[in-house]
Structure formats: C-alpha cells, structure tokens
C-alpha cells in the first residue's frame, strides 16, 4: 500500500530507550509489555505589555513534557533512565541482579522512539531525541496484579540541528531495534 498524506496511528507496539553519551545514542533497552507513552509540547512565553496592552509575544525554546508505563521491571530501563548500576552475580541456578541507585547518582539523559502500527499501512513512531526523568519511578506490588513501571520527564532539542522531537510514518512496517535510529535530515 503506497504512503499516504494520513497516518491512522493504532496502539502502541514498543518503546526502546536509547542511553545518549553527548548528543550520541547508544545500543537500546526495549521495555517488556508497553502500555502508554504520551507527551506535550510546551514552551513558555514572555510578554511585552505597556500603554494599558500587549503590544508583543516571544517563545522562549520548547520542550516536551513526557510518560511511559510498562509492565514488569526492566533494570536495565530503569538504569537508563534514572543511572545507578546493575551488578550481577553468580551463575544458574543461582544468579542474581541487583539495581543499585546512589543518592550522588545522576540521571543521565536518553533518547524515547515508540512505535505504533497504521490503519492507513505501515507503522507510525514517534523519537524523542533528548530525554531526562524529572519525576517520580513509579510501581506498586499489589495482590493479583502486575508490577507496572512508570516513569515521566521533559525533553529538550538535541544536536546543532536543535531537534526535538519528530514523527516517522514508514509505508512498510519496520520492527524498531536496539540500534539508535538517526534523526531525519532537514535542509
């Protein structure tokens, strides 16, 4: 089916966190059983008021406003997100995972691209370029149900480009991998 003007974006397929050394991002987590990524744009605006009006309006840069939940623990999710350490330890049938988090730990910045498919064909995904959690790590052990995590934060532009996010309607459906997507390139 060839690209059209309208993409039908329908659920959400999966999310991977992409770790950013600089502008760089690195080999991507996947988080288990995706469940909701939403997000905003904002900017904030300063006015130029006199002789009892407005006479002008200038944004300052935008952001966006972000949250994902996922079902399960993904450590090494959470790392990305919130830094800290994972260690490891012994071997089967006695292996062990331990999430470390210090309060000198700083939370790293990181890349979101989920991906939905399209009722119009193909998939939709939308990337997130430069990510940093500024709330809370979510999760509650309740009696019969899943651990969900959630995590939510702003993004900023990313690169001398100053993106900040986009949109990436594909006319063929493509899986997202642990290898960071590139951004579009724009004249």
């Known amino acids: 089916m060839p690209l059209t003007t309208t993409s039908l974006p329908f659920g ?4 991977y966190l992409y770790p950013l050394t600089g502008d760089t991002p690195g080999s991507g987590v996947k988080l288990p059983v995706t469940r909701t990524l939403s997000f905003s ?49 012994g071997i089967t049938p006695n292996q ?20 939905a498919i399209s009722d119009s064909g193909g998939d939709f995904s939308v990337n997130l370029f430069k990510c940093k959690a500024t709330g809370e790590l979510s999760g509650e052990l309740a009696d019969g149900s899943f651990w969900l995590s959630g995590a939510s934060g702003s993004g900023l532009a990313r690169g001398t480009n100053r993106d ?11 899986a997202l991998s642990a290898a960071a997507p590139s951004p579009a390139t724009r004249a």
């Open 12 to 15: 959400l397929r999966e999310i």
């Open 41 to 89: 744009e904002s900017s904030d605006s300063e006015e130029l008021r006199g002789d009892d009006g407005l006479a002008a309006l200038h944004d300052n840069a935008p952001n966006v406003e972000w949250e994902l939940e996922s079902g399960g623990v993904p450590l090494e999710a959470i790392r990305t997100m919130y830094g800290g350490a994972i260690i490891e330890t």
């Open 96 to 115: 062990k995972k331990v999430y470390n988090k210090r309060d000198t730990d700083i939370r790293p910045y990181f890349m979101v691209v989920g991906r």
């Open 164 to 174: 900040l996010y986009e949109f990436v309607q594909n006319e063929t459906a493509t």
